[in-house]
């Protein structure tokens, strides 16, 4: 008894010291005084909380002395205050800052056309691709159906806003990729070499874009491949066109996942069923496989590893000026990059890109005999520093080295291809390299305003010029449905490889240039989302033919325009309408004036109608429409008496009109329940689909040629000029 | 002698001393867990945030808990449908905040098995914000349902929300009534074979599992078998005010032809 004595007593001195305890009472309001309600208070030295009531009041029992309270909603800046804990106290009144809309909410970057509704958000998902009617599953034809893009007839190549495809940059992870396409000497590239199913997003940009990106100015398309996530899955897919095989799988579960895909296409069974619009030697094959490992290294940091290697062939009779012959061409492109990516602090996060990529391609036609064989080596590191949730800093550097030897031979005089033509050989290698910096502020200027400013320095070895670019995006976010935009930058970007030659060109060459300038209005809702933007860009240092130096860079041009985009749903249809109205005209190469381009399409206009009929079953339409695509007609002969062979003369340089290009595409998509064999899980999905490529069966016309002594002029169809149905399917599991 | 007294004496010191309120301290969680119930029987939205909110903040005082970060979740999983028919984007809001306790009660204890379910129903809800992330979170669903799963077996709440997810799934992709019903069943055998000890263990979900089978089995256009489990229902939490205020009323209404169950 005596020795329990003690203990009772401890028990009663530790429940005194427990009723010492005192109650601290108070209000958490907003700046405007209004309680907050379901707000929590932590205080987590002592593993103590509290969440107030409908009237924003709360209660703690707190022991005396210094207290530290966290006070946290959603919606509401987190605050943190020291509180002295003491009998008597008043009861405190605690006023929350709102949360600012984050930044990444308001899209300050002009041109980049979203139809989730949050505008920077992916422009293009992955399941835009997919279901998009007519896209082929394909990315760069999914971009089609976005404004901004003027891309004659059917390829798959970015023509922006009057600017061919080598004014925009494609980036892959971070990286500059080149020849990201298939049959690239056709209209600029028919499809891409990415497996839409190794694609997470895209975002692409048509003008007034960050300064992170050089290199470009016409565009921007920025590709993220999809993280593995440590799933383990397998798709396998298979049309009349071709075959495809994906996978992914966690190697050690949480930090090495990896990824791959395999595809193979050979439309020679297509071409049977349906004939094709061109004279094919053999059918063209085409082949591409990516490979991609993840390493998360860190809670934050990881690290990927990507391969991509894609090849393909055609040979084909064709005819060009005064002579018919088989044209062939074969491609083989690898291109790997090593990124990590990491964060500190939560406030910094790094980038860091190291990639490599290998082209190689060979063409003979007539007299020509060439081949083309590229080496890019990049490195470049960014950095975004957050400093409040309404300010960031993004700075970072890049360095390029692009090594391309062209060599072979071509004829001397461009209107000679005939047997026996006087040719020249032509051996040129020349390499640029390029350093730049960038430095990038993007915040709240204060109430609605946002603002991103922006400057980025390159230098190109070949022309040993600074170029200075300032770039500038106001965005005034009217409500939570409106925004309204202005966009003002310069952009440089070096002039092509064929030009550079030291013996039949200008290694000095100086770097082409842009100014854009560009305005907006974007409503978006949850049910729909509106965008009008008007454009101008003015270049400078377009290379033009020189009768000294070969080439100069005093050529000029402008593109102007306005782009139109209504994306809606309603119920279970969905679907978009975009509009391009482009102007556009350059004085370059050999032509003294201001004259439309030759990919200068006038009016673009694509529909897309997407209706879920049933759990299993969705229709998809898609309808483009593009005004003719300027071409240089030949409007006379003449009879070379030393070659024996007519010559053409031509009329003036564009001067007249392709007919307007029509196509309409139905899709059906119906999902199946797979059969429950081979250990397939119960949520595979088998998709398979039906779709009507060119229904209407209009033979859209791709170019114009002629005999050979050029009497008579024949229209060379579209790849899509005949009407085609393709079936195929794709098993997840 | 005196040693072993300070011994003795020490912990029940410290034991004492502690707050009354301790996030720890299994009353505060069973009592945050009586007011979600509560709640989750009245089906309102405010006794659900404000059930929410209590955990937030017990969550909040010991972010090193893992139960706690899973409590917010399931609360979570409760309320965001309600809410989003009030507020949506707030709605999306929460459901980011309640995958972002899912990872950080996974990060403090990856073998959570019953936080791998609620992580894969958490994802299901944000497929109604993001729509057009379907292709990877519904991989992503189905990978954490297989860890849950595979970590426990028993767990009846992950079979329970595999079951909702299922019902709510398109057939083609695996979903449909008839694979509810099989999910759900195996969710009934593990409740019905008993109660967990620990009186901070996750003990919700049998009367879900019930109310869920009557709605699969009212989808395979079963409705005797739909009032019995409704009933069943009742039995297990009579206070459940959907069943018996909305769903029972409304099918026995059907049943004698006056309205659609």
């Not at chain 1, 060109?505 to 305005?519: D, M, Q, T």
């Not at chain 2, 010191?13 to 029987?41: E, K, M, N, T």
């Not at chain 2, 903040?57 to 309320?79: D, F, I, M, N, Q």
């Not at chain 2, 057009?132 to 669903?141: K, N, V, Y």
């Amino acid at each position: 008894m005596t020795r329990i004595l003690p203990l009772v007593g401890l028990l009663l001195v530790a429940l005194s010291a427990t009723a010492r305890a005192i109650e601290v009472t108070g209000t958490v309001t907003d700046r405007a005084g209004r309680p907050i309600e379901y707000a929590s208070i932590a205080v987590p030295a002592l593993k103590l909380g509290a969440a107030t009531d409908e009237s924003g009041r709360f209660r703690l029992q707190l022991p005396p002395g210094l207290a530290i309270l966290q006070v946290s909603q959603m919606g509401y800046e987190r605050a943190r205050l020291e509180v002295r804990v003491a009998p008597g106290m008043t009861p405190l009144r605690i006023a929350l800052n709102d949360q600012p809309i984050e930044l990444s909410e308001v899209t300050v970057s002009a041109s980049s056309f979203g139809k989730t509704g949050k505008a920077e958000g992916p422009v293009l998902s992955r399941r835009d691709v997919l279901m998009t009617p007519g896209g082929a599953a394909d990315v760069f034809q999914s971009l089609r159906a976005l404004p901004g893009i003027n891309a004659p007839a059917d390829g798959a190549a970015v023509y922006v806003r009057g600017g061919p495809p080598e004014e925009s940059v494609i980036r892959l992870d971070g990286c500059d990729i080149g020849h990201p396409y298939h049959y690239e000497r056709a209209s600029g590239g028919l499809f891409g070499s990415l497996d839409p199913y190794m694609v997470r997003s895209a975002f692409f940009s048509s003008g007034g874009f960050s300064a992170k990106y050089g290199g470009a100015v016409s565009g921007v398309l920025d590709i993220e491949m999809e993280d593995p996530r440590d799933l383990r899955t397998a798709t396998l897919g298979a049309n009349l066109a071709g075959f495809s095989a994906s996978g992914t799988a966690p190697l050690v579960r949480g930090r090495l996942s990896g990824s791959a895909s395999l595809r193979l296409s050979v439309p020679d069974l297509l071409f049977r069923l349906y004939g094709s619009s061109n004279d094919y030697e053999t059918a063209p094959v085409s082949r591409d496989g990516t490979a991609r490992m993840l390493w998360r290294y860190s809670p934050t940091g990881r690290a990927t590893l990507m391969w991509l290697a894609s090849g393909d062939q055609v040979r084909v009779r064709a005819r060009y000026l005064n002579v018919e012959d088989r044209y062939a061409d074969h491609m083989r492109t690898d291109f790997g990059a090593l990124r990590f990516e990491d964060a500190f602090a939560g406030r910094l996060a790094l980038h860091g890109q190291l990639s490599v990529q290998g082209y190689g391609s060979g063409w003979s036609f007539g007299p020509v005999d060439a081949t083309q064989l590229e080496r890019a080596l990049q490195g470049s590191l960014d950095a975004l520093w957050s400093l409040t949730p309404r300010h960031e800093l993004a700075l970072g550097t890049v360095w390029r080295r692009r090594d391309t030897g062209i060599r072979g031979t071509f004829p001397a005089d461009s209107t000679d291809f005939s047997p026996g033509a006087p040719t020249r050989r032509y051996d040129t290698h020349p390499v640029l390299d390029a350093a730049g910096f960038y430095l990038e502020d993007k915040l709240r200027l204060g109430g609605p305003f946002y603002a991103t400013l922006g400057a980025r320095l390159d230098r190109l070895s070949t022309s040993g010029v600074w170029t200075c670019d300032p770039r500038a995006a106001l965005a005034w976010r009217v409500d939570d449905h409106q925004t309204v935009r202005l966009a003002t930058g310069r952009y440089h970007q070096p002039a092509a490889a064929r030009f550079l030659d030291p013996l039949y060109g200008n290694p000095r060459l100086e770097p082409l240039e842009a100014r854009h300038v560009i305005a907006g209005y974007e409503w978006k809702s949850e049910y729909g989302n509106v965008r009008l933007e008007a454009y101008r860009k003015d270049y400078r240092h377009l290379v033009r033919v020189d009768p000294v130096t070969w080439y100069a860079g005093d050529g000029r041009g402008y593109a102007r325009g306005v782009d139109a985009f209504v994306q809606g749903t309603h119920r279970w249809l969905s679907g978009w309408v975009s509009y391009g109205w482009l102007d556009t005209r350059r004085h370059e190469l050999d032509d003294p004036r201001l004259l439309p381009t030759a990919y200068g399409v006038e009016h673009t206009l694509t529909l897309v109608a997407l209706y879920q009929a049933s759990s299993r079953t969705n229709l998809g339409a898609h309808y483009a429409h593009g005004s003719g695509q300027p071409y240089t007609p030949v409007v006379g002969r003449v009879w070379d008496g030393v070659r024996g062979i007519w010559r053409p003369v031509f009329g003036e340089n564009h001067s007249a009109l392709i007919p307007p290009y029509h196509r309409l595409d139905l899709r059906v998509t119906r999902l199946f329940t797979p059969p429950r064999v081979l250990g397939l899980r119960p949520s595979s999905r088998c998709v398979g689909y039906i779709e009507g490529l060119n229904v209407l069966g209009i033979r859209n016309v791709l170019e114009y040629e002629w005999n050979t002594d050029f009497t008579e002029r024949s229209a060379r169809e579209s790849y899509f000029a005949r009407r085609m149905l393709v079936a195929g399917f794709m098993l997840t599991w | 002698m005196r040693i072993r007294f300070l011994f003795l004496a020490m912990p029940v010191l410290i034991l004492c001393c502690a707050s009354p309120v301790r996030a720890a301290d299994p009353g505060a969680v069973a009592s945050a867990r009586r007011a979600l119930q509560a709640a989750v029987s009245q089906g309102q939205l405010e006794p659900l945030m404000k059930a929410r909110a209590r955990y937030q903040a017990l969550s909040a005082a010991e972010p090193g808990s893992a139960l706690l970060h899973y409590w917010v979740a399931v609360a979570t999983w409760r309320t965001v449908p309600l809410l989003q028919e009030k507020d949506r984007t707030q709605a999306e809001r929460m459901c980011q905040d309640g995958l972002d306790h899912c990872e950080a009660a996974l990060k403090l204890d990856r073998g959570f098995a019953g936080c791998h379910a609620i992580k894969a129903a958490l994802q299901g809800l944000m497929l109604r914000f993001r729509p057009a992330e379907m292709m990877t979170l519904g991989l992503a669903i189905d990978e954490s349902f297989g860890r849950a799963h595979d970590l426990d077996p028993k767990e009846p709440r992950a079979w329970l929300l595999d079951g909702i997810n299922a019902l709510h799934k398109p057939e083609p992709f695996g979903g449909g009534p008839a694979a509810a019903l099989l999910l759900l069943r195996r969710a009934e055998e593990i409740f019905a074979a008993g109660a967990p000890a620990d009186s901070t263990a996750p003990d919700w979900g049998h009367d879900d599992t019930l109310l869920w089978m009557g709605r699969a089995a009212l989808a395979k256009k079963d409705s005797a078998a739909a009032e019995t489990l409704y009933q069943k229902a009742l039995e297990v939490n009579p206070e459940h005010a959907w069943i018996r205020q909305v769903l029972l009323p409304r099918l026995r209404a059907a049943r004698s032809g006056k309205g659609t169950p």
